[in-house]
């Protein structure tokens, strides 16, 4: 996959483990996970045992996640190395300090964390000592899984304090035998809630401009919040109030103030709370059973193609997918009858841009296996990108998308790829059926970014512009310039000017390359336009 979406990072430190065992490749799949794991198939089981638990925890505290899920809205996590071979993977450094990361979107999300951590023990020891103060590559991967988990069963326009803290909620959750404990504080955010006054309206409706303390708000006392409306008893359906409040007009702090009461006296429970014993939550398992997990060691040809698989679904620029080109062809070679291996021979050449031989090879995947909507949604997706220089394959690539939606009529991505065929088409306006599959792709993957947008553009069209405020508000309710200008797109946009803002959010053609030289004029464009609305520093 072509590296577009933006990377959720783990920061963490070099720490000292035992040497690595020997270990083979393992395929889990669970309920809500698929996991490739370098490992013992028991280690494999329980890190995948663990991933439900943590799903049903998060079930269990919101009341939510009931709801029966598409089999593409699994999660697929990569999991091998060390948090350095993590960093080499995202950054192209062994040293960048990056030790994992998450991908959330619809062909498929994905999420990479390492196996261990470091065997090399570090020799400073200020480093040796701060170690609880490091990102926990797997609790980050929690972390970033509540989020993932909410767009699928409470997307709402949450502000960040609550979604970041709620999520922090779960970074150290602990399983034991027949429970799980939440509420213990995350090592991460110590410093911050040790450090930084509590200042309710500083953290409630941050205003623009340079703010030292924004990030241990958000996340630190953001943590302490969301802990305090959902572990006390006496708080507990206040946040749904807030965000009613909000729903009808009230600005940040009325809602507060609404919602929670009289906020000094909030402040003092706070503070007794930051300066007292952690509030913790110990539940019993809905289920006393394990959760199921099928586990089976990969064959020779589907271990041969994994390194290759890892780096094409992290993302690859053009460069580096060029390089892959040669080792799918080898394999292809090695394993010409392999499934699994023409798979990820035709990522690699589609990343490539070349469509002839990616088509080919969707072909020979899809002989092999008639049912699968992985192939099929790249045989869609080649059309459509052809259908930039070559608009009669638009038709063709509508088929072909109807066609893997016929596979599996609950996949975002066919979904979203059939509603392109109509915008992108000279023929003015989207038909009804069209608009249907947007809005049901965006229901089944409210977490891709793309999708996302795309339903924004088509609300604006429609003149909701209520509605494209509630499912873009990540985009305009926000302190940063490109926050600032959306904002300012949405004033003129609602007294008649509607062109910027429609423009914004309408889908560029994937088929569309920019080179290096065009990316940079679209910065300066961007720059440009930050300073003419006065949003620079926003």
């Not at 329980?46 to 999660?75: C, H, M, W």
């Not at 943590?223 to 006496?234: G, T, V």
């Not at 009613?244 to 929670?260: H, L, P, T, V, W």
Request: proline share 5%.
């Amino acid at each position: 996959m072509r590296f577009f979406a933006a990377i959720t990072a783990l920061a963490t430190a070099t720490l000292a483990t035992s040497p690595a065992l020997a270990a083979d490749w393992y395929r889990a799949e669970s309920e809500h996970f698929i996991v490739y794991s370098e490992d013992s198939e028991e280690g494999t089981r329980e890190f995948v045992q663990d991933l439900e638990r943590l799903d049903e925890a998060i079930s269990l505290l919101t009341g939510a996640g009931n709801t029966d899920l598409p089999e593409s809205s699994k999660l697929t996590v990569f999991r091998y190395g060390e948090p350095s071979d993590m960093s080499a993977l995202a950054a192209g450094s062994r040293n960048s300090g990056v030790a994992g990361f998450f991908i959330p979107r619809a062909t498929g999300s994905v999420a990479f964390v390492p196996r261990q951590l470091e065997r090399r023990r570090t020799r400073s020891r200020s480093q040796d000592m701060s170690r609880d103060m490091q990102a926990d590559p797997r609790g980050v991967l929690f972390h970033e899984y509540v989020h993932y988990f909410m767009y699928q069963h409470r997307d709402a326009p949450y502000p960040l304090w609550y979604s970041e803290g709620f999520a922090e909620l779960f970074y150290n959750i602990e399983f034991n035998e027949d429970n799980f404990v939440i509420g213990e504080v995350p090592g991460t955010r110590s410093g911050a809630l040790a450090t930084v006054p509590i200042d309710l309206a500083a953290t409630f409706d941050p205003q623009p401009g340079p703010n030292r303390d924004y990030v241990a708000r958000t996340y630190g006392h953001g943590w302490l919040i969301a802990s305090h409306l959902n572990l006390n008893p006496a708080r507990r359906g206040q946040m749904g109030a807030y965000m009613q409040a909000i729903a009808n007009g009230a600005s940040r702090m009325e809602a507060a103030e609404q919602a929670f009461g009289d906020l000094e006296v909030m402040r003092q429970e706070l503070e007794e709370f930051r300066q007292g014993r952690a509030r913790t939550l110990r539940v019993p398992y809905a289920v006393a059973a394990d959760p199921a997990v099928e586990v089976h060691r990969l064959s020779a040809p589907e271990e041969a193609r994994m390194m290759m698989m890892i780096r094409s679904k992290r993302g690859v620029d053009e460069d580096q997918a060029r390089r892959l080109v040669g080792e799918a062809r080898s394999l292809v070679a090695q394993y010409p009858d392999d499934f699994s291996v023409l798979l990820a021979a035709t990522e690699a050449e589609f990343d490539a841009r070349n469509y002839d031989e990616a088509e080919a090879l969707a072909r020979r995947a899809m002989a092999l296996d008639p049912q699968s909507s992985d192939a099929a949604n790249y045989y869609a997706d080649i059309a459509l990108r052809r259908s930039f220089d070559a608009p009669s394959q638009i038709a063709e690539a509508r088929r072909r998308f109807a066609a893997a939606n016929n596979l599996e009529n609950d996949h975002a991505y066919p979904l979203y790829g059939y509603y392109l065929t109509y915008l992108l088409d000279d023929q003015p306006g989207e038909p009804e059926d069209a608009k249907v599959a947007l809005e049901a792709s965006f229901r089944y993957a409210a977490y891709d970014q793309n999708v996302r947008r795309a339903l924004v553009y088509m609300l604006l069209d429609e003149n909701r512009v209520a509605d494209a405020r509630a499912v873009g508000a990540q985009w305009w309710d926000g302190r940063g310039e490109y926050q600032c200008v959306v904002r300012k797109k949405f004033d003129m946009f609602e007294a008649g000017e509607r062109e910027p803002l429609l423009e914004e959010f309408r889908p560029d053609h994937p088929g569309e390359y920019l080179d290096e030289a065009a990316r940079e004029a679209r910065r300066d464009e961007f720059e440009a336009e930050v300073e003419a609305m006065g949003c620079k520093d926003a």
